[in-house]
């Protein structure tokens, strides 16, 4: 069989430069991340008794199961990694900081005009779309893992307790999410021209997705819209408690980043590339 | 072998090298057009930017695409090298149709965006070994361009001057040993001196059999350097020439000063009176006319030739007859 078609079109070379391009942004926030898991973690014996207090207030308790999502748990160490490292800064910050780059990827080329002399190579459009996404994956396993190691590590020296395979599980299930917030971004960034404009747009998505999901907690009435939202299929209290992943929600994270590089390399192909 | 059916007997025989080779290669032999436009037509919107243009670029020549700014010539460039879909009409490079092969074409095409935009976070020569991995092949050219149009790789590309930029833009389009080069306005930012060392350049790629296809909106150096010109104006194609025909088409002014003002003159349909001058526009030979102007007292004469901008103008101004 033939495969220089195949070794023509997946040299990978606009993925190389993709990573190379993000190198400096993953290295300071696999730092910052790394920085912030310590913090967290190592926070939890001075908070352990003011959470259990804490968690005696009904209201209170209620305010933060948006947050953590069904568990009610942020009590016990995994709770409170929950609740603190993965809810928050995990799902909402790094996920804003994954959408802003992803959502620059093809826009900053066309704003600033290199799409022309990209583009007169011998390289198809379908190509720079997979190309630019496959260069973005590095990125998120290299904060997602080595973020996972520090909280590992920070877990041993306070004395706490932590399965390394359930936390191994937990890091495993953010990149289908990470990977959607990317497919998601790239659509976006195929659309808008304009880089600014189209990372400020990922990040209202993402954002107004979060509160979505954060609503669907307290109204019984709209408990459906959370189905809306990317961070209604990342749970990571189960994985972190007991290795359990719900797989319709990676089914469904996986759907939608396929769908939206479907999507991204049919509106791109058709697109012109103005001026 | 034998037939099955009716015992037949024959031979098959294999193809050989040359064979194949020749069918494989069928375009450099054969087709001499390296680029065809077809009813070509693009708008966006409700602007009609290229009006169903066609023309041909033959094999080895310098092909000039002259026109003002707004005139189409970015358009149509960017539909030859697939960023923009035509409305209508066709287009082959190399005898592909761009439409379904445009992927392959630019393998063998060189090209030089009007508004240059290079990676300004790279050094020149990590731009350089971008693009060299993405064109999958030898750079035979590579160390010659360098020499010809020095540029300090070593340094980040955003702290370049425009022409330093622009040689770079030279650089990667020939690189490669393309067998077409797509300019858009190329000597854009280049000073004087480099301009001549690039049409300089370009003659000598001229010689080794390269084509290419040079937009301008500036007549002199379209005369300078090719072989034939289209004339684009508000995307209709309103002229398409080799240069020696629009040179000769270009004809001489002729004004006379004479004791009097004869009538067998002044009544010339190309002649008009002018404070007393009589002012003849002639194309092509002035041997009769100065036949007829010896009969008189000559006071005083001027011969003037027609600049090629005046021609430039007069198709500009839809004044072509």
């Known amino acids: ?275 | 072998m034998t037939c099955e059916k009716c015992d037949f007997k024959g031979y098959y025989r294999f193809k050989t090298v040359e064979e194949i080779f020749e069918k494989s290669d069928f375009y450099s032999s054969e087709i001499s057009n390296v680029l065809e436009v077809r009813n070509l037509r693009k708008s966006y919107k409700d602007v009609l930017a290229v009006n169903s243009i066609s023309f041909n670029v033959k094999k080895g020549e310098i092909f000039g695409f002259l026109g003002p700014n707004g005139a189409g010539k970015t358009t149509t460039i960017r539909v030859l090298l697939g960023y923009l879909r035509p409305n209508a009409g066709e287009a082959f490079i190399f005898g592909k149709n761009i439409k379904d092969n445009i992927v392959d074409i630019r393998k063998n095409v060189g090209y030089i965006p009007g508004e240059l935009a290079l990676y300004e976070h790279l050094t020149g020569k990590q731009f350089l070994d971008y693009f060299s991995s993405l064109r999958n092949t030898d750079l035979p050219l590579l160390d010659n361009l360098l020499e010809i149009f020095e540029l300090p790789l070593d340094k980040k590309i955003k702290t370049y001057s425009k022409g330093m930029k622009q040689k770079m833009g030279i650089i990667q389009a020939f690189m490669d040993d393309p067998d077409l080069v797509i300019m858009d306005e190329p000597t854009l930012g280049l000073d004087p001196l480099l301009q001549q060392k690039f049409y300089k350049f370009l003659r000598e790629e001229k010689k080794k059999g390269r084509t290419m296809f040079f937009s301008s909106h500036i007549l002199s150096e379209v005369d300078k350097i090719c072989d034939r010109v289209a004339v684009i104006r508000d995307g209709d194609l309103v002229a398409l020439e080799s240069i020696e025909n629009l040179k000769d088409k270009r004809g001489k002014k002729i004004r006379v000063k004479l004791v009097g003002e004869p009538k067998e003159l002044t009544i010339m349909k190309n002649a008009k009176v002018v404070d007393g001058w009589i002012e003849f526009e002639t194309e092509g030979d002035i041997d009769p006319l100065i036949k007829k102007i010896s009969k008189y007292t000559v006071l005083d004469i001027e011969i003037q030739e027609f600049s090629l901008e005046d021609i430039f103008m007069r198709y500009y101004s839809g004044g072509e007859e």
Do not use: W
């Open chain 1, 1 to 275: 069989m033939d495969f220089s078609i195949i070794k023509r079109i997946f040299r990978f070379k606009i993925a190389v430069q993709t990573v190379k391009e993000n190198m400096k942004a993953t290295i300071i926030f696999t730092l910052l991340f790394s920085c912030m898991a310590a913090m967290y973690s190592s926070f939890y014996p001075m908070f352990k008794d003011l959470l259990a207090d804490m968690a005696e207030d009904p209201e209170f308790a209620n305010f933060l199961v948006g947050f953590s999502g069904e568990s009610g748990d942020f009590v016990s160490y995994v709770g409170f990694l929950n609740l603190e490292l993965y809810s928050i800064f995990f799902v909402l910050i790094l996920g804003i900081i994954v959408a802003f780059i992803a959502a620059t990827i093809i826009s900053k080329e066309i704003e600033s005009k290199t799409i022309d002399l990209l583009m007169s190579n011998p390289v198809s459009r379908m190509q720079i779309i997979i190309e630019r996404f496959i260069g973005l994956i590095p990125m998120i396993l290299f904060i997602n893992f080595i973020t996972m190691f520090v909280v590992y590590g920070v877990t041993f020296a306070i004395g706490e307790n932590i399965d390394f395979f359930n936390l191994f599980i937990a890091h495993l299930y953010a990149v289908p999410y990470f990977l959607a917030v990317i497919g998601i971004a790239l659509l976006i960034s195929t659309i808008i021209d304009e880089k600014m404009k189209s990372s400020i747009f990922m990040i209202a998505i993402l954002v107004g997705m979060f509160f979505l999901e954060y609503i669907s907690h307290f109204t019984s009435d709209y408990k459906n819209i959370g189905f809306l939202s990317l961070t209604h299929f990342y749970k990571p209290y189960n994985a972190l408690k007991s290795g359990n992943v719900d797989a319709n929600g990676v089914i469904v994270l996986l759907s939608v980043t396929i769908v939206s590089i479907v999507i991204s390399i049919i509106y791109f192909d058709r697109k012109d590339i103005k001026v």
